[in-house]
Nanobody, 122 residues
Framework: QVQLVESGGGLVQAGGSLRLSCAAS????????IGWYRQAPGKQRELVAA???????KYADSVKGRFTISRDNAKKTVYLQMNSLKPEDTAVYYC????????????????WGQGTQVTVSS
């Protein structure tokens, strides 16, 4: 079993910053990458960013240059630094465990955190 716990969401004004954390525990050898997804009301869940165990990263076009994903392997924690936030970034953000393939393909396993709400006011 894999457990993922997100933290760090909240309410922020447009242009502000937030840092999300995803702490992993359990069978952490069963995956080699972590992805951050988000889901806004009435929309499909989308991949925002992903990072491999070796530090390779990928980002959705909508967040490139504003969001940064990083990891602390010793703490088994992945972070999502979100800067220059926009109202359209408002969503529930979920942490996911998966596999990162060469070429920048992220495949999600069915391991999800409970989600953390990010609200950006205009």
């Amino acid at each position: 079993q894999v457990q993922l716990v997100e933290s760090g969401g909240g309410l922020v004004q447009a242009g502000g910053s937030l840092r999300l954390s995803c702490a992993a525990s359990g069978s952490t050898l069963s995956f080699n990458a972590i992805g951050w997804y988000r889901q806004a009301p009435g929309k499909q869940r989308e991949l925002v960013a992903a990072i491999s165990s070796g530090g390779s990263t990928k980002y959705a076009d909508s967040v490139k240059g504003r969001f940064t994903i990083s990891r602390d392997n010793a703490k088994k924690t992945v972070y999502l630094q979100m800067n220059s936030l926009k109202p359209e970034d408002t969503a529930v953000y979920y942490c996911n465990a998966g596999t990162y393939y060469s070429g920048g393909v992220y495949y999600s396993y069915d391991y999800w955190g409970q989600g953390t709400q990010v609200t950006v006011s205009s």
